[in-house]
């Protein structure tokens, strides 16, 4: 899919997904080990935006499986349409048991999930397994064999093998910790918040409007509240949010009413807001 | 060809040395790396490391060990600095330019010759090395900052609202070259000893694996930012657990709603949900000097887990006792001045300072014996150290005979258990006592414990 690892980052570039280094590097492996990639870090750094920029870049289908507590074997990976078995039975009223039965386990009944649809078929895809960290342990028993192998076994009908292996991105926010044998499939990578200079990129980026010295001096407020101990640290989409807030309002350079003003967007917790204000020794309330 | 067994060799070695810190790599892993190795080429190094970790590890915390025993077993030079040892005030003046510019690869170069020229020690072989702390000691980078700050100012670049962020940017960036100089001072004893030893004496474990009594104040802090994360896992956990309890009797309306898409045939009998028991939970905790850290971060985290239990409440103690709990607000915004708050808000010591444990007890059970109920679990957190007084034995045993469960966690090792003043096996012969050394360790001592 990619040649080197500038390569990649050209290429998720145009995408509109500026990645650092350690993004592009891990990309470039998980696509030439054709291993499973598990992204972890904050909310916000773009974890999800990486599986759907890179669907885009290869011109492949996402296949997107949204995990959550209680999600289970029917939801992820297949199901037999039992309606549609039932009216094949009734319609079919004289024949053998074993006609019907050899029939209604067939194809036509199965109703594919994300983990089947995406190893079945012969176009390029990207399955994207969403928070997987918010699903329950046995979930993970699952994923096992889909993500070593890229297979599924159905019982009536025997095992299905992808025919070409999906690129796969597993996203967790770290609220639960993922087995071993789960993590040992996969390679790793953390999202952290980025550096300066990238992260000014990104908001040129994706908030054209704003000047360059604006964005710098977002990024710098960003970067020491990020440096401060809060109860949840700005992440790049606040910086974003933040930036277009600030667009919205007309400010071309920051002051202390503008900031004062907007740090909710920022700031989502009162206590960090009150913090902030105090060591960035805006005239308080 | 040697060149390929060589590369081998140095992996395997480099494996081996973050075994020893505790991450656990299996040879799938080592083998992925090996490809990884393989398709990135060894031209990037700053490539070579993302590789090498997204291959190698599996959970963010490591990542702090990987860097340093990267930086050992592939270092960006071999030797000393081509150039000419640079005297300190030429050297203070070229950083001082450097830090202006923010010039990340002038700061490493000026490490590399920073070591050099101030840092070696000794000069018979065996006895000699280099050292950070002398370097960083002779070049004093931090006596810069205002240096640096009027240079910016008079540039232009701290105008407006942002100038007030410069100090601290600049203090980042002196943070970022002290590190710098100790990556380089550890690369250049490496060369000389051999990375092995130096791997692993000298590179810091992960947070989680940090002794609770031998931790310094910014591994302390560091600790405490993990208290909200680790809070979040145990509380998940301890839901699936309750979760996974579910037996009993069939919930009627839930099956039939259910078997509507198996047309009508209750196919899969859903079980009525037990009602939670959560229990009532006592801290008593002891916050002398000698264990603090330890106590703070344990009281922050079951503070953290109070959705869990109907009641916490949280006692502290030196010598006396006293309530802390409304000290101990949920998400508090300074963790760090807890036991600051503790000492100077709450009634805990008396005329001297020293912990004595037989007094506290004696005091909890006999003041605040009506908190505890049958279905109260009681953790004692503390050494067991009494400085040489009565235990108070009895005092235990009422405790003990008045609630569910007593569970003490002792930070100090087991082998140090009775040694001296430590009344630890006395304790032990009355409760059950664990050792809890580290954020590791009391994780898993809460999961297990804890009676859900």
């Known amino acids: ?285 | 060809m040697t060149a390929t067994a060589d590369l081998a060799a140095r992996l395997t070695d480099f494996v081996a040395a973050l075994r020893t810190h505790g991450v656990r790599i299996g040879t799938g892993e080592t083998v992925d790396a090996a490809r990884a190795v393989a398709v990135l080429g060894l031209a990037d190094r700053a490539v070579l490391r993302e590789g090498l970790a997204a291959t190698l590890l599996h959970e963010t915390g490591q990542r702090q060990v990987f860097d340093a025993v990267f930086d050992l077993y592939f270092p960006h030079a071999v030797g000393g600095p081509v150039t000419e040892a640079a005297g300190r005030e030429e050297l203070r003046d070229r950083l001082a330019d450097a830090l202006t510019a923010d010039d990340r690869a002038m700061l490493a170069r000026l490490a590399v010759e920073a070591v050099d020229g101030l840092g070696g020690y000794g000069s018979a072989p065996g006895s000699d090395g280099w050292s950070s702390y002398q370097t960083l000691d002779r070049l004093r980078p931090q006596t810069l900052l205002a240096r640096v700050r009027d240079e910016l100012r008079a540039r232009g670049a701290g105008t407006g609202f942002t100038d007030r962020l410069l100090e601290d940017e600049i203090r980042r960036r002196i943070e970022a070259f002290r590190a710098l100089v100790a990556v380089e001072a550890r690369r250049r004893v490496a060369e000389r000893r051999g990375p092995e030893e130096i791997a692993r004496r000298a590179v810091a474990p992960t947070a989680d694996r940090v002794d609770f009594l031998y931790a310094g104040k910014d591994r302390l802090a560091e600790l405490r930012r993990t208290v909200q994360p680790l809070a979040r896992k145990l509380a998940t956990r301890l839901a699936a657990r309750r979760r996974r309890a579910a037996r009993g009797a069939v919930d009627l309306r839930r099956t039939l709603r259910g078997s509507l898409s198996t047309g009508g045939v209750p196919m899969r009998p859903v079980l009525r949900r037990r009602r939670p028991g959560r229990p009532e939970l006592v801290l008593l905790c002891d916050v002398s000097g000698s264990v603090s850290g330890f106590s703070d971060f344990t009281m922050l985290l079951v503070q953290a887990l109070h959705d869990q239990f109907t009641k916490v409440r949280v006692f502290a103690f030196v010598n006396r006792v006293d309530e802390v709990t409304g000290l101990l607000v949920h998400g508090a915004a300074d963790p760090g001045g807890l036991s600051a708050r503790i000492h100077t808000e709450a009634a805990v010591a008396a005329w001297h300072g020293s912990s004595d444990y037989g007094v506290a007890l004696g005091e909890f059970a006999e003041r605040h014996a009506r908190t505890l109920t049958p279905r109260t679990t009681v953790f004692v957190l503390g050494d067991a150290r009494t400085n040489r007084s009565d235990p108070n034995l009895p005092a235990v045993r009422e405790i003990a005979r008045r609630c569910r469960r007593v569970h003490w966690l002792n930070p100090e090792p087991r082998a140090q258990w009775g040694t001296g003043d430590s009344a630890a096996l006395a304790y032990a012969d009355l409760v059950p006592m664990h050792e809890c050394r580290t954020a590791r360790q009391l994780g898993t001592l809460v999961e297990r414990l804890l009676p859900v």
């Open chain 1, 1 to 285: 899919m990619f040649t080197s690892v500038d390569d990649v980052s050209a290429r998720l570039a145009e995408t509109g997904y500026l990645a650092s280094p350690a993004v592009a590097t891990t990309v470039f492996l998980a696509d030439r080990l054709g291993k499973p990639l598990l992204v972890e870090g904050p909310a916000g750094v773009g974890k999800t935006e990486l599986a759907k920029a890179v669907a885009q870049v290869a011109g492949a289908r996402l296949v997107r499986l949204q995990c959550y507590e209680g999600v289970d074997e029917s939801r992820a990976l297949y199901e037999w349409n039992h309606a549609k078995q039932l009216l094949r039975i009734s319609a079919g009223r004289d024949e053998t048991w074993d006609e019907t039965r050899t029939d209604i386990f067939s194809e036509e009944f199965l109703l594919p999930r994300p983990l089947l649809t995406a190893i079945r078929g012969d176009d390029p895809k990207v399955l994207l397994i969403d928070e997987t960290d918010k699903a329950d342990v046995e979930v993970e028993g699952l994923l096992l064999e889909v993500l070593s192998d890229f297979q599924v076994t159905v019982p009536e009908l025997g095992t299905i093998t992808a025919a070409r292996r999906p690129f796969v991105v597993l996203t967790s926010n770290a609220s639960r910790e993922l087995s071993e044998a789960l993590r040992r499939r996969c390679l790793f990578l953390h999202i952290g918040f980025p550096d300066e200079e990238l992260e000014r990129r990104i908001v040129r980026l994706k908030v054209p409007g704003v000047d360059e010295a604006l964005a710098a001096s977002v990024v710098r407020v960003v970067g020491a509240l990020r440096a401060m101990d809060l109860r949840k640290a700005p992440s790049v989409a606040e910086t974003v949010d933040w930036a277009r807030t600030l667009l919205a309002l007309g400010a071309d350079t920051l002051d202390e009413t503008v900031v004062r003003d907007s740090l909710g967007v920022i700031l989502k917790h009162q206590e960090d807001v009150l913090k902030a204000s105090a060591k960035l020794d805006l005239d308080a309330l």
